[in-house]
């Protein structure tokens, strides 16, 4: 049984940074991709970035792009999502996401692809 678990979060100004991180429970091999997606109030749930375990392969959203970073541990099968430059509309509660990936090279973009999602941490950004 997968598990996932998201640490960190909480409130910054605009321009600050935040960190947060998501440790993947019960995987045995690497062939799995963790994602974030995000849901800010009154708005529809977006990625904002994914990364191959196996092969360390990334993918932002334009919206994040050149601001957030995502990396992983793989000894400790964490993830962490670097946030910085960050602004009010990165407000958001933001979810960690698994799913396998036998036999794909990417991860998918959409959240109905992935099986495993954790409980979520809330981001807040202030102006």
């Known amino acids: 049984q997968i598990h996932l678990v998201e640490s960190g979060g909480g409130s910054a100004q605009a321009g600050g940074s935040l960190k947060i991180s998501c440790v993947a429970y019960?995987?045995?091999?690497?062939?799995?991709?963790m994602a974030w997606f995000r849901q800010g109030a009154g708005r529809q749930r977006e990625a904002v970035a994914s990364i191959f375990i196996a092969g360390g392969d990334t993918d932002y959203a334009a919206s994040v792009n050149g601001r957030f970073t995502i990396s992983q541990d793989s000894a400790q099968n964490t993830v962490h999502l670097q946030m910085n430059s960050l602004k009010p509309e990165d407000t958001a509660m933001y979810y960690c996401?698994?799913?396998?990936?036998?036999?794909?090279?990417?991860?998918?973009?959409?959240?109905?692809?992935?099986?495993?999602w954790g409980q979520g941490t809330q981001v807040t950004v202030s102006s």
């Open positions: 019960g995987y045995t091999s690497d062939r799995y991709c």
């Open positions: 996401a698994a799913v396998g990936v036998v036999g794909a090279k990417w991860c998918p973009k959409s959240g109905g692809e992935y099986d495993y």
